[in-house]
């Protein structure tokens, strides 16, 4: 899941809006004087370079760069819970219990380390006696795979997460501040005379 997710932000990053939005240089624009620092950034944050960021597998990179340090603290708690997860699946995954069967089992060393136990699947009779497949059974772990499952889970869950809400959450707080702001753009009339065609009025924005 998480292959698919970066080749999607190479492929975002390298297309025109690459070309846009990451690299090029800003002009300096006029600000209203009451914009905080932190507007100024949420108004310059993209989506771009958060796909860049979040190309490298660190949980909440995307919104930390959109600023929510919160939300990207537990992500990477998350994670860490995800991690914690595996890796004791991992432990419990050791041989701890014997896989089960219907059949009559027959045993060698038992209650010992070295203990080896074949279910006998009966497969005939000759005369009064049975015949039997003996096949060798092995320990396994159930717990073990259900930690590392939900391990993973946990992670694929915070990668898109954090992938998807880190997007929408730049988006957000570049709206709020455009539009904070746009309210208070007042319409600017300034007549104008072109000689090759007529008279008319430019129609502009000044704060």
């Not at 297309?15 to 300096?28: A, G, H, M, V, Y």
């Not at 089960?100 to 006998?120: A, C, F, H, V």
């Not at 795979?145 to 915070?158: A, C, R, T």
């Amino acid at each position: 899941m998480y292959i698919i997710l970066l080749i999607f932000s190479f492929n975002f990053l390298f297309s025109n809006q690459f070309n846009r939005d990451f690299l090029n240089e800003n002009p300096i624009h006029p600000l209203p004087q009451e914009m905080t620092f932190e507007e100024y950034q949420d108004l310059n944050r993209t989506i771009s370079t958060g796909l860049l960021l979040s190309a490298i597998p660190i949980p909440g990179s995307m919104h930390h760069y959109a600023g929510d340090y919160k939300t990207a603290k537990k992500l990477r708690i998350i994670a860490c819970g995800g991690l914690a997860s595996i890796l004791l699946g991992l432990a419990a995954g050791k041989e701890d219990e014997w896989q089960d069967s219907p059949y009559q089992l027959y045993k060698i060393n038992e209650g010992t380390d070295n203990e080896i136990r074949y279910e006998m699947v009966p497969t005939g009779s000759i005369g009064n006696d049975i015949t039997y497949d003996y096949k060798r059974l092995h320990k396994t772990s159930k717990k073990g795979s259900e930690l590392i499952g939900l391990g993973i889970s946990i992670l694929i869950f915070d990668y898109i997460y954090d992938y998807v809400n880190g997007i929408k959450t730049i988006k957000n707080k570049r709206d709020k501040v455009r539009f904070k702001y746009g309210k208070k753009l007042n319409f600017a009339y300034t007549p104008y005379f072109d000689s090759n065609k007529s008279m008319g009025i430019k129609i502009g924005f000044k704060l």
